[in-house]
Every structure is written in C-alpha cells, then in structure tokens.
C-alpha cells in the first residue's frame, strides 16, 4: 500500500521560507528556460453566473527526479469578507516513475509564496540594484508575501502602500514587519511616483497605474491579473516597457496586461523581450540601462506549484513534518 503526505497551512509556511523559496523559484524558471520541465496552459473551469472559478494547473519536471504536479486552485472573491483566504485548493504531487500521489499540500500558502517568491527573483535581476522605494498597491495575502520578499533581494529605505480600501491600507502600514518604514497613501499616484520598485497586487479588472507616473528606471512586478480580462497596468505602460513575462505562451493567451495593449497600441509577440528564466540561464539580456523602465508580468506557472511540491515533500519527510495517510 502507498502512502500520502498531508500537509497543512502551517507546516508549508514553516518548511517554506521566503529565502529558500526565491533560490527556488530561480531554479525552476532555469529549468523552464533549459525545457527540463513542461507545462500546458492551465485550464480555467468558469461556470456561467459564477464569480468564483477553479483553476487545473499540471506539470512536468524530468529532473532530479521525474515527477508530476498538478495545482487545483480555486479562486472566491468573496473569501477575504468572510476571513478566508480568496485562492483555496490543493497541490498534488505524483512520483514521475510510478505515478502514485505521494503529497497532498495546502495550496493558498505555497501560492502566496511561491508568488512572491518568482517576483522577487524578477525584481533581483531586473530592478536596479540601488532601488530604494518600494510602492505596493494592494494590501491582501500577496501584499503581505511581497512586502517580505522585496526586503530580500534589495535594501529599500522605505515603502509605500495603497489599497482601494483605505482602512486595508492603514492596518497593512500598521501591522507591517519590515526593517524599514511603511506607510499609508491615499492614491496610487502618491504611491508609485518616484517608487523604484513597483508592485501590482490587486483584483483590479481596469488600470490602476498610468504611465505617467513612473520614473525613469522603475521596475514594475504586474502581479495580480491572471486572466485575459483584468489588468492593472494601461497600456501605455506595457508599450513603454521592456516586457518580461514568467512565460511567452502563457502571456500571448491569458495576461489581461499583454493582450490589451496588442488591442489599444498595437504591440506583439515580439515586444515580449524575454521569459524570466532565460534572464537568469542567460539566454537573454535583462535590463540594458538604468533610465529603462522594466515590466515583469506573473500570471503563475505550475512548474512553480510543483517545484514548491517537490521541495516540501523532501523536506517534510526528512523532518518527519505532516500526515502520512494510507492510500
Ligand atoms: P486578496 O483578496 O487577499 O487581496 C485583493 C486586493 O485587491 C485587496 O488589496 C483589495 O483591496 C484589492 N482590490 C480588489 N478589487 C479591487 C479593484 N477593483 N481595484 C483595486 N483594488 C482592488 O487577494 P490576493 O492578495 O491573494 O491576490 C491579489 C491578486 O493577485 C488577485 O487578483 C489574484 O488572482 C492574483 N494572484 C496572482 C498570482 C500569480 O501567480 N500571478 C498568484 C496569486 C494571486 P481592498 O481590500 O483595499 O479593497
């Protein structure tokens, strides 16, 4: 009889710290960009009438060890109202020999930080490395990871926040734990004029940030749309970028961000300058001067969720951490 390993909220945040995730994440977006690992596109189930939807990401990685994963995530709007999590599901993990589940992981804590965990590696190799103004739009579960994983990879003096609600964006300033001053803003303009780091993470469906308030040289992480009908971006600003992405086939067919702007300014596959990963295997060049403004768009990859699976899976069991069911 085989064996599965349960693990919970909890145990992922303790067995997946932001410093790990991020070497983590590099190597899985390397393995991407060197086709060691293969994804299709994930597949949305969207009832009609329903705000909610569900989410079937599957992967596969042929190295060190075959394996499959495959992220349901399902996504409620409604959830942070209710004092939830709004992106609940699981992670399922598959020996690549066999194809027995081996783990069955809580899916809304390895997506808060596996998350933020890729925009920090975008932020390390395309923000200039003496950034020191951190603007956050969104105040939510992604905010919170993103706060913690900007402060490792640069040393910002401080950060702003913003958040449609302005009380979210109080509690967010006020609860924060950064080694450097975070506050509230009323606008999204006060919050990324002259910010050297930009981070989107929010359920907007239409812009939140105009290209003209963004300064010479920002780095933008666009985070919080994954579908073709939000964005949080204009389209001026996806034309004026020199446009990372997570992954080319993914951004042509689901980001709100790119397909927009093909629409209202014309651009193409072209404009796409590389895929985040062949940045860090150096098959592409990232940022090419300090006055560049760089956009990285996250829409999330499975190969991510499996990495993170992996990972927890070895480490969980080397320290004898969660539930191992007969199965
Ligand atoms: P939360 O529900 O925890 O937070 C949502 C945030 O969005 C809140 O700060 C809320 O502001 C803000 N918001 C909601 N609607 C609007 C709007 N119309 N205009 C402006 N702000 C709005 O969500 P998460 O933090 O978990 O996720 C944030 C976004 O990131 C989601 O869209 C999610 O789908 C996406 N995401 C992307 C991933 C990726 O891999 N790229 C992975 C996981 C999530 P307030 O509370 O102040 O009203």
Redesign the pocket.
Known sequence: MSEVLVLAHEDVKRLLPMDECIELMAEALGDLARGRSWQPLRFVVRPPEEQSLMGLMPAHRSSPEPAYGLKTVC?F?G??ARGL???QGGVMLFDGETGELRALIDASAV??I??AG?SAVATRALARPDSKVLAI????????AHLEAMARVLSFDQARVW????E??QAFAAEAEASFPVEAVDSAEAAVREADVVVT??????P?VDRGWLAPGTHVNA?????PT?RELDSATIAAAALFVDRRESTVNESGEYLRAVEEEGIGPDHIRAELGEVLVGSAAGRDSDEELTVFV????AV?DLAAAEYLYRRARSEGVGAVVPF
């Open positions: 996504i709007p959830n942070p999590d709004a992106h997506t808060s596996r998350t890729v739009l969104g105040s939510g579960v992604q905010a919170r958040s449609r609600t302005s979210h964006a993470v929010t359920s907007a469906r239409e939140i985070v919080g749309s994954s579908i939000a996250s829409l999330g990859l991510e």
